[in-house]
């Protein structure tokens, strides 16, 4: 089982898209059920909030080449989630990214050309980052 911390939940077309960093790994995860949409059914996470701790049984496997681009996608074993706490805004700072571009470009979108002149495993299309900017939360997710 994993734990993550929810710092994505949007919708996409067939269901909702979530993610967040491995509380164990540290590192960013888009939990994916297999098939076609790799959407999460809605009424699966409509009780996940931002900033939720929810166990999860991911598979350890990664999709296809042909969509690596999303390195963070990891396929789940099991739509059987539960929340097990919620973290504070200052809980989650030390996974803010604040060095160099966010998300690999000065733009507010990322051409493939720029992802192809990088090693796969420096490709990411989640970031965390704190801004200067005055927000409610001072945090901001930008994903690609």
Known sequence: MSEIIILANSWRPGGRCIAGINVNTGKWVRPIPMGN?????????????????IEIQLSGKKPKPTEKYQMENEYISSLNWKKTGKK?????????????????????????????????????????????????HHLVLRTH
């Open 88 to 136: 504070k805004i200052v809980e989650i700072k030390k996974y803010c990214e604040n060095e160099g571009l966010i998300l690999h470009s000065n733009s507010d979108f990322v051409e493939t050309s720029v992802l192809e002149k990088k090693s796969p495993s420096n490709w990411k299309s989640l970031q965390l980052i704190e801004t200067n900017v005055r927000f409610n």
């Open 37 to 53: 949409t790799h959407a999460i059914p809605e009424n699966k996470v409509l009780n996940f909030g931002l900033l939720d701790v």
